[in-house]
């Protein structure tokens, strides 16, 4: 079966941390280029992170440079966004995608499969 499942997702209070994972099953991330989303109710979709299949770049959004760290684990297919410093405006669905290219925005191009999405709340 095909898919892409996130986990991780949680409460965390502003300053904590979090670590996110995208787990693929019935196809190799290292064919696709993944991309990291988050939205609120009502809100447009924002990219978070990109990782180019081409030459594996992660390209970063500003809003989390320096806070977010992608990594991966070739062994488990799987792909983790480490996330530091987290924001009281940062609370939302986070999801990965895999398809084909990173473009301006920090998006990934010609999906061809989404996670379900992981929740993150930053609570005081």
């Known amino acids: 079966q095909v898919q892409l499942v996130e986990s991780g997702g949680g409460l965390v209070q502003p300053g904590g941390s979090l670590r996110l994972s995208c787990a693929a099953s019935?196809?190799?991330?290292?064919?696709?280029?993944i991309g990291w989303f988050r939205q609120v109710p009502g809100k447009e979709r924002e990219g978070v992170l990109c990782s180019s299949s081409s030459d594996g770049t992660p390209y970063y959004a500003d809003s989390v440079k320096g806070r977010f760290t992608v990594s991966r684990d070739n062994a488990k297919n799987t792909e983790y966004l480490q996330m530091n410093s987290l924001k009281p405006e940062e609370p939302a669905v986070y999801y990965c995608?895999?398809?084909?290219?990173?473009?301006?925005?920090?998006?990934?191009?010609?999906?061809?499969?989404w996670g379900q999405g992981t929740q993150v709340t930053v609570f005081s």
């Open positions: 995608a895999a398809g084909r290219d990173c473009i301006p925005g920090v998006r990934v191009t010609h999906v061809y499969k």
């Open positions: 019935g196809f190799s991330l290292d064919d696709y280029t």
